[in-house]
Structure formats: C-alpha cells, structure tokens
C-alpha cells in the first residue's frame, strides 16, 4: 500500500471491534464484538470506554463471537463490572466459549431469536519438562474451576459446571438461554 507521497505505509489489520457513540448526554455506545476475542492489547480503547464511562451513560455490548484468548475475556468481565454506565448485552448469533463469559458480566440481555450459547472447558498448550507441565495443568485446573464458578455460577447448576470440568460441552439454544438469563436476573434483584 503506497500513500500519495509514494511512501510504503505499514498493512493495518482492521480491529476486532467497532464502536459508535451518541454524541448526547447522557451518552450511549453500541459495541460491536465479532468473530473472535482477540488479545486485551486489541481492545484497550473499549477499555477506556467502560473506566470513563458515567453512572448516567449506557453501553450495548453487541456479541455475535466464537470465544478466544481467555485472559482477555477476564478483562472485558472486569471492565464490564467496574464500570459506572448500566451495560446491556445483546446476544446475535454465536455466544461461545470467552464470548458467554463476557456476556454474563453484563447488567442486563437481549438474545436473538436464534443465538447460541455454548460453554466448554478451557483449552491450552503447555511446554516444558513432564514435572512442570504437571503442575501447570494442575494449577489451570484449580484457577479454570474458579472462573467457571465466578462466572456461570446461578447460570449453571453445580452439577453442569462439573461436567463442564470433566469435558462436556453445553450447547443451548436462545430459549434456553433467555429462561437462565430471566432466572439470573432475578436471582439478583
């Protein structure tokens, strides 16, 4: 790519996300997440979003995501629940994996007629000597177990995370999520 003064400029992916903003107060920003949970690195703009935003303000988290990196996931969840402005989600299509975690951290949800949820346990690599990928795993295990009850706890039943754990995967359709969604919701209130 050349610009007009015939210089080479670097390829610029485009971002993972798009955002608008009401230029009103209070303001309101609809987010856009597809495809694909990218590295926090990705997303530090949003981030600065949520921390500034005011108790006055809204934001429509718009989901239609496959999952990815979970160390980002847990930095959407936190920007979702530090945040001042009331944070909605709406559920299009795909919510799965990193995607179903950042969609419970909200305040509120929409689910599309045909969205899917599906939860599954984490995935990763590991290197190095057997005694140390051990203790890695046995470690991964024990932290995956505290974000899945953070996180789907009064989603799931104990009995669900459990399975999930041992490897299962939940698939549910809109209906099901709305009813657990509905019953979240007023186990809050």
């Not at 949800?109 to 939860?119: F, G, L, T």
């Not at 690599?125 to 009064?154: A, C, L, P």
């Not at 709305?178 to 209130?189: F, H, M, N, T, V």
Request: with cysteine; charged share 20%; net charge negative.
């Amino acid at each position: 790519m050349t610009a007009n003064n015939g210089a080479i400029q670097p390829f610029q992916p485009p971002k993972p996300y798009s955002y608008n903003v009401s230029v009103h107060e209070p303001r309101h920003y609809d987010i856009y997440l597809g495809e694909r949970i990218e590295s926090q690195s990705e997303y530090q703009e949003l981030f600065s979003i949520f921390a500034t935003a005011s108790p006055d303000d809204s934001i429509t988290l718009h989901l239609n995501n496959f999952g990815g990196d979970l160390y980002s996931a847990i930095q959407w969840c936190d920007a979702i629940r530090t945040t001042e402005a009331m944070v909605t989600v709406n559920i299009i299509g795909a919510c799965m994996s990193a995607g179903s975690i950042i969609a419970l951290a909200a305040d509120q949800w929409r689910v599309s007629k045909h969205s899917v949820m599906m939860i599954h346990a984490a995935r990763g690599g590991q290197g190095g000597t057997i005694s140390e990928m051990k203790t890695q795993s046995d470690f991964d295990h024990k932290w995956v177990g505290k974000i899945m009850r953070d996180y789907y706890q009064h989603f799931l039943t104990e009995e669900e995370i459990l399975e999930v754990e041992k490897g299962v995967t939940l698939w549910l359709d809109a209906d099901e999520v709305g009813e657990r969604l509905d019953a979240l919701y007023r186990d809050w209130e």
